[in-house]
């Protein structure tokens, strides 16, 4: 079956640190992943998704950036981190273009930038 | 642009009343309707998918539909218990074009 694991679940950093996060999919070949990031309260908004190794498309632009080194490996980094990138990070990905089998998420990471 | 809208913010309920969360979109263009639940501090997970051509879809004591005409969808809840107390999320999953609602926070009453 297939899981997707990302880390850390909590991460509490000073404003100008680096940043990096990590998704990791099992169970699967060539998916399509995803970065969103949840503000409190709110739904979600899609940062980042891909569609193959160094495939990488921004839907905002902001302080961060993605990277897929691997097929089942997608980063989230960010060189100066800022107050307002704090947040709760979701990875998720689907089989897929068109992403019929639906998503599926990680467990999400809770940043804090202090 | 499609916006996803989720009414009402919050709902509470008696343990074992029936009930429906609502889900509205301004394009009904809907490509995959996705119902996620999402407990406090964790992520998502997937509940039902309803994809482009099919119109409803049920697992256990929850049934979803997907009304296209009229750009709506609704998740049913029968016999609620405590355990359902989530916040519930539906979304246009279209792959980089996905829009979610802000959610339904459900309490469900002992």
């Known amino acids: 079956s297939q899981t997707i694991h990302q880390w850390p679940a909590t991460l509490v950093q000073p404003v100008g640190s680096p940043l990096s996060l990590e998704c990791t999919v099992e169970?699967?070949?060539?998916?399509?992943l995803y970065w969103y990031r949840q503000a409190a309260g709110r739904g979600l908004q899609l940062l980042f998704y891909?569609?193959?190794?160094?495939?990488i498309s921004s839907e905002v632009p902001q302080n961060l950036s993605a990277s897929r080194p691997q097929d089942r490996q997608f980063i989230l980094s960010s060189k100066k981190l800022l107050l307002s990138d704090s947040g709760f990070y979701l990875c998720?990905?689907?089989?897929?273009?068109?992403?019929?089998?639906?998503?599926?998420f990680g467990s999400g990471t809770r940043l804090t930038v202090v | 642009k499609q916006e996803v809208t989720q009414i009402p913010a919050a709902l509470s309920v008696p343990e074992g009343e029936n009930l429906v969360l609502n889900c509205s979109f301004t394009?009904?263009?809907?490509?995959?309707l996705q119902w996620f639940r999402q407990d406090p501090g964790k992520g998502l997970t997937s509940l039902l998918l309803i994809q482009s051509s099919q119109r409803e879809q049920t697992s256990g004591r929850l049934n979803a539909s997907l009304d296209k005409s009229s750009g709506r969808s609704t998740l049913y809840i029968a016999a609620s218990q405590p355990g359902d107390s989530a916040t519930y999320l539906c979304?246009?999953?279209?792959?980089?074009?996905?829009?979610f609602g802000d959610g339904t926070t459900l309490t469900v009453k002992p």
């Open positions: 979304a246009d999953m279209n792959a980089g074009k996905s829009t």
């Open positions: 998720a990905w689907t089989r897929g273009l068109t992403g019929d089998y639906g998503y599926t």
């Open positions: 394009d009904s263009a809907i490509y995959n």
């Open positions: 169970g699967t070949s060539n998916p399509n």
């Open positions: 891909s569609v193959g190794i160094g495939q």
